[in-house]
């Protein structure tokens, strides 16, 4: 067990609709990070935020948003959703604002757009 | 569980064999990589790390070698067991945050 807890597990949706996804990281560890996995794209970042400001943003559609919350849990928000948004959306935490620590994933949720 | 990657490469070894998955890494100014393991349904979980002023690093089991010369990592398991079936990703820090490769996945036959 990583310490890094994601809900929901799944989610199933329609097309054009709005859905939140929720992290909330080990205890202690300040930074947060969203990524996304499909079939044929692999694990793509989508940004990272350290004790609640944006420190990084990777390939983060504008449909997209995230934040995290004074209490570090973070949400990632996805909105006019597609087809193509199908995917495994896993968050991560660090207890370092660098990329010269370990990620420590949660078990991600899989979301189904239809 | 979700499969991940279905056109990924994969390596299948005889239980008890030695494992060896290697990975090409891109960017010259990284210097911290990492190796993570991915059960169905689950997210990925870290296995050992290295840095770069390190050209081996063992572990349980695993041992982690970098090459910088040639931008080559690899992840050697030894006596492989049927619970080391997963998918397999090297991460380097090039960049800002994180680039993971594309994972190989590994079957272990009885």
């Known amino acids: 067990d990583s310490g890094v807890t994601q809900t929901p597990k799944h989610l199933i949706t329609a097309t054009g609709q709005r859905v939140t996804l929720r992290c909330s990281p080990r205890?202690?560890?300040?930074?947060v990070y969203w990524y996304q996995q499909s079939l044929d794209q692999g694990l793509q970042f989508l940004i990272q935020?350290?004790?609640?400001?944006?420190?990084a943003k990777g390939n983060i559609l504008e449909r997209f948003s995230a934040q995290q919350f004074p209490d570090l849990h973070s949400e990632l928000n996805l909105s006019s959703l597609e087809l193509g948004d199908s995917a495994l959306y896993f968050c991560?935490?660090?207890?370092?604002?660098?990329?010269?620590?370990?990620?420590?994933f949660g078990n991600g949720t899989r979301l189904t757009v239809t | 569980g979700e499969s991940v990657g279905l056109h990924l490469p994969t390596l299948s070894v005889q239980e008890g064999d030695n494992s060896i998955i290697n990975c090409a890494y891109s960017?010259?100014?990284?210097?911290?990589f990492i190796w993570y393991k991915q059960e169905s349904g689950k997210g990925p979980q870290f296995i050992i790390d290295?840095?770069?002023?390190?050209d081996k690093r063992q572990g349980q089991r695993v041992t982690v070698l970098l090459n910088k010369t040639v931008k080559h990592l690899s992840l050697q398991i030894a006596a492989t067991q049927p619970g080391d079936s997963a998918v397999y990703f090297c991460?380097?820090?090039?960049?800002?945050?994180?680039?993971f490769g594309p994972g190989t996945r590994l079957s272990v036959l009885p």
């Open positions: 991560a935490s660090s207890g370092y604002r660098g990329s010269d620590s370990p990620l420590h």
């Open positions: 205890s202690g560890d300040l930074s």
């Open positions: 935020y350290y004790n609640g400001e944006e420190r």
């Open positions: 960017n010259s100014a990284s210097d911290y």
């Open positions: 290295i840095r770069s002023n390190m």
């Open positions: 991460a380097e820090n090039g960049g800002q945050n994180f680039v």
